[in-house]
């Protein structure tokens, strides 16, 4: 029997993630003398100060004790989840009595941009400032690069504090894919249609992203929607969570958005499968929805400016993204 999250994921999974990024309010709330806390050591309950707590690098080889912390939170990451993101990023773990208590990843992408995200606090040590002091760890590795995350209501105050300012809406769909119909031809990429991948979706986004589509193709093939002169849009679907995840979907339009998401819910049709939709993608959440995707939450996404900035062309727009901790 799946457990009582899985059973009701819209509403406990959004109080879970809402539970995590609570200590993102009480940093605000807390002055820094005031960030004591009580922590379980030896069986026996010992007040804890922001002191006691060290920040480290975390690296591919913690994704274990990393996914433990994401679990107290209902988060469906698996360890070869958290190994993928840490493959291509900085990380910083807190270390309290010699046990992993917060998390924070930073993924760059080329020397322009970069992503905040898995920005954990086990439940114990949240009211110390500690959610704060990790994210600000984050833009320290940034440097002067532009910021992307997906922040949740909970966590606004903060990242608006710190500069982010929001600039959409994420909606996250999942469930078991019916019946679909395709509706166009796609086909499958090679590594040899690699760079135009990476091409098209530096003109979405306007960061390069060349490690992550790297790694991507060489665990599951995109889709691919070409015409007679030029590739008009892909989609990676590849193991993730409870099943699979459909992202990056980058298209030139909505044209060729249509089909690549029809041929990719027809690929999973029986299987468990999400998908995180930009604003590019309203045109479409009814057929999302009659797919048996149900929109389970979601967050807002928002960015931080650098000295150094995204640069996209307009020739193309992201529809769905990699993963909220990807964007």
Not at 302 to 310: Q, W
């Amino acid at each position: 029997m799946p457990a009582i999250w899985q059973q009701h994921p819209r509403h406990i999974q959004n109080l879970a993630e809402n539970a995590a990024m609570a200590v993102i309010t009480n940093d605000l709330q807390l002055p820094p003398r005031a960030r004591i806390g009580r922590y379980r050591r030896g069986g026996i309950m010992q007040t804890i100060t922001a002191s006691d707590i060290t920040i480290v690098e975390l690296g591919p080889d913690n994704a274990a004790e990393a996914q433990r912390l994401s679990l107290q939170e209902n988060w469906p990451h698996r360890p070869q989840d958290w190994q993928l993101l840490l493959d291509i990023s900085q990380g910083v773990g807190a270390i309290c009595d010699g046990k992993l208590v917060g998390t924070a990843v930073l993924t760059p992408y080329g020397e322009t941009g970069a992503t905040c995200n898995m920005i954990i606090v086990d439940p114990a040590m949240r009211g110390m400032g500690l959610g704060r002091r990790l994210v600000e760890k984050l833009l320290d590795i940034a440097g002067d690069r532009e910021c992307r995350l997906i922040a949740t209501e909970a966590g606004l105050p903060l990242y608006e504090k710190l500069g982010f300012v929001a600039t959409g809406e994420i909606r996250q769909h999942q469930g078991v894919v019916k019946a679909a119909a395709t509706n166009g031809p796609v086909s499958d990429a090679t590594l040899a249609d690699l760079a135009d991948l990476i091409t098209l979706d530096k003109a979405a986004l306007g960061l390069d992203r060349s490690a992550l589509m790297t790694k991507l193709i060489e665990k599951e093939p995109f889709l691919l929607l070409r015409n007679e002169t030029a590739l008009r849009g892909f989609a990676s679907c590849r193991p993730f969570g409870r099943g699979h995840i459909l992202g990056p979907l980058v298209a030139r339009d909505d044209e060729a958005f249509k089909p690549l998401l029809t041929a990719s819910l027809a690929r999973h049709e029986g299987k468990f499968l999400r998908v995180d939709l930009t604003d590019a993608a309203a045109a479409e959440i009814a057929l999302v929805e009659a797919a048996g995707l149900a929109h389970v939450g979601g967050g807002i996404a928002m960015t931080r400016p650098g000295a150094r900035h995204a640069n996209p062309t307009g020739e193309a727009r992201v529809y769905a993204l990699a993963a909220q901790a990807l964007c």
